[in-house]
Nanobody, 115 residues
Framework: QARLVESGGGLVQAGGSLKLSCAASAIAFSISTMGWYRQVPGKQRELVAT???????TYADSVKGRFTISRDNAKNTVYLRMNSLKSEDTGVYYCTAGTISGAYWGQGTQVTVSS
């Protein structure tokens, strides 16, 4: 059964950094588009970044220049490096995989940025 497990969230001061990881299992990782979304209470889940099978990346305007998404196909893992964090980056971050058999989501990891 497909599974995505996020890790690396936590509490950080504004201006600090965090690196999220998402380990995938039971999916064709190398041919899957991977992404990160985030959600805060009362708001819709929003796309943060994606990375395609060839390494092409996209970012939300709000995180461009501060966040970097990357993937390691040998480890079936996707990362989100977050620098210069702001209080508005606070939320639950979800990893997602777009595969030939459908979309999968992780359980989420909380990121809290204190100002």
């Amino acid at each position: 059964q497909a599974r995505l497990v996020e890790s690396g969230g936590g509490l950080v001061q504004a201006g600090g950094s965090l690196k999220l990881s998402c380990a995938a299992s039971a999916i064709a990782f190398s041919i899957s588009t991977m992404g990160w979304y985030r959600q805060v209470p009362g708001k819709q889940r929003e796309l943060v970044a994606t990375i395609g099978t060839g390494g092409t990346t996209t970012y939300a305007d709000s995180v461009k220049g501060r966040f970097t998404i990357s993937r390691d196909n040998a480890k079936n893992t996707v990362y989100l490096r977050m620098n210069s964090l702001k209080s508005e980056d606070t939320g639950v971050y979800y990893c997602t995989a777009g595969t030939i058999s459908g979309a999968y989501w992780g359980q989420g990891t909380q990121v809290t940025v204190s100002s």
